[in-house]
């Protein structure tokens, strides 16, 4: 699923009258025209001679038997029903509450089995609804995190697409009982499988939806009915207008959050943001192909349309002028030629990183890591080094990298000598005018004033 899905469940909505069901799946139908989601119609099957027990059947005073029976329809009837939910565009969904009912599910090759909050861990049904080969859609009310660890265990070892849907049940649900932030806790548990919302507040509130999406939630559920003066709706069920606000608060919420990639600044951001950054001055006259550095600028405010800003002036970003450039002047981009060498430096760091585990060399946290460049990034595979200081306080010691083909240009020290204790590989260094080979696990002391020429 590429777009958030929506399902209308009409549980007994259609009070056991087919004519009426029908009706409800059309005026939906009407009710979800021009939104950018996806829609699901979903159902719910009984095998009433099984599921109530003998002892049960007829009973006026129990109240989920008379509903159930009383809102009967024959198997002709359901499959009108999917029918209807076909022709009208719908995906279908089924929540059966029995095993018969999962072999009806397969016989009318509905796409999606939902399992009630009440059902969650009847490991009976669950076998069989498993055995069925279809997607799995799961409600979590009521039940403890073992309990639903334990579901997802168990249809994912045996690979069935599953979402789980954060759900009370309360009908309808007061805002305090909502428990939104539980999306955020089903998302980071069970990163395999996708997570919903099961709604039963008010169908006059539609800030739920808005969290949920906001949070996360990828499918929506949502109990539907048609008010007629024969039949009424009840407290939790939507009907096509507080279903079109539902949708409508839903898209706005989509809108709002975006996507998770950063995206471009729209023109009127990078304006703003522009128009509020500090600009680069000259402080100095340069000529034409000089380098420009800290010493020749300054950062003032107002900047002018397309001067460089403090925001581009980095450690990274070199500046050639193009043309002579006069001292108070501000520095524009077209007078400029730019060079960015981070990408050259985080290709340095990585090949160093490579090395160092190559040569199993630990590296104490929190060291500084000082690139030697003498002729610039652009020839460090050809001159340069990397110094990793380890200590730096009345004595120093610094880890030194030197990649293959590297070489760094003579240098000497007149206060102090250096000791060279070679960890990885083999070098090549001059002192003075002598060539010296030294491996792995050798030592070489560098006295004061001795010119030294590493290879």
């Known amino acids: 699923m590429n777009k958030p899905l929506f399902i209308f469940e009409m549980a007994n909505n259609h009070m056991g009258d087919t004519a009426h069901g029908i009706a409800i799946i059309e005026a939906m139908r009407e009710a979800c025209q021009g939104f950018p989601f996806d829609f699901a119609f979903k159902l719910q099957y009984r095998d009433l001679d099984t599921f109530v027990h003998p002892s049960f059947k007829g009973r006026d005073d129990v109240k989920y038997v008379k509903r159930f029976e009383e809102t009967r329809l024959t198997r002709e009837q359901f499959q009108l029903l999917v029918d209807t939910m076909r022709s009208c565009g719908f995906k279908t969904v089924c929540t059966p509450f029995d095993e018969n009912s999962v072999d009806l599910i397969a016989a009318q090759n509905i796409e999606t089995i939902k399992i ?72 980071e548990r069970y990163p395999e499988v996708r997570i919903g919302f099961s709604t039963h507040e008010s169908p006059d509130v539609t800030e739920p939806v808005m969290l949920a999406l906001a949070k996360g939630a990828t499918v929506f559920e949502k109990h539907v009915g048609l008010p007629t003066e024969r039949f009424a709706l009840n407290a939790y069920s939507a009907n096509p207008a507080q279903v079109r606000q539902w949708l409508q608060a839903a898209e706005r919420a989509l809108a709002m959050c975006g996507n998770e990639t950063w995206p471009v600044a729209t023109p009127a951001e990078q304006e703003s943001l522009a128009s509020l950054r500090r600009g ?81 060399i630990v590296v104490p946290g929190k060291s500084d890591l000082e690139i030697s460049h003498h002729y610039g990034m652009d020839r460090f595979a050809e001159y340069g080094l990397t110094m990793i200081t380890v200590v730096n ?23 102090k000598e250096e000791t060279f204790v070679i960890l990885h590989g083999s070098i090549q260094i001059w002192l003075n005018d002598k060539l010296t080979e030294a491996r792995r696990g050798d030592v070489i002391t560098v006295q004061r004033g001795v010119k030294t020429q590493i290879l």
Not at 333 to 358: D, I, W
Not at 398 to 415: A, D, N
Request: hydrophobic share 40%.
């Open 116 to 187: 009630a909050s009440c059902s969650l861990t009847d490991w009976q049904l669950l076998e069989k609804i498993a055995s069925a080969g279809k997607p799995v859609i799961a409600s979590t009310a009521g039940a403890c995190p073992e309990e639903v660890d334990n579901v997802v265990s168990f249809f994912l070892h045996r690979a069935t697409p599953l979402t789980l849907m954060h759900c009370v049940a309360e009908y309808p649900t007061p805002d305090a009982h909502l428990h939104i932030a539980r999306i955020d806790a089903l998302r």
């Open 280 to 360: 680069v001055f000259m402080t100095h006259s340069v000529k034409a192909g000089a380098n420009i550095d800290n010493s020749d600028v300054c950062f003032a405010f107002p900047p002018v349309p397309g001067q460089i800003t403090a925001n581009q002036w980095s450690k990274y970003n070199r500046f050639t002028a193009t043309t002579k450039i006069d001292a108070g002047q501000p520095l524009m981009a077209s007078q400029v030629n730019t060079r960015n060498e981070r990408e050259q430096v985080l290709a340095a760091v990585t090949a160093v990183r490579h090395l160092l585990h190559s040569g199993n």
């Open 393 to 415: 306080r009345e004595y120093c010691k610094k880890l030194i990298v030197m990649l293959p083909g590297q070489t760094h240009p003579e240098q000497h020290h007149k206060q």
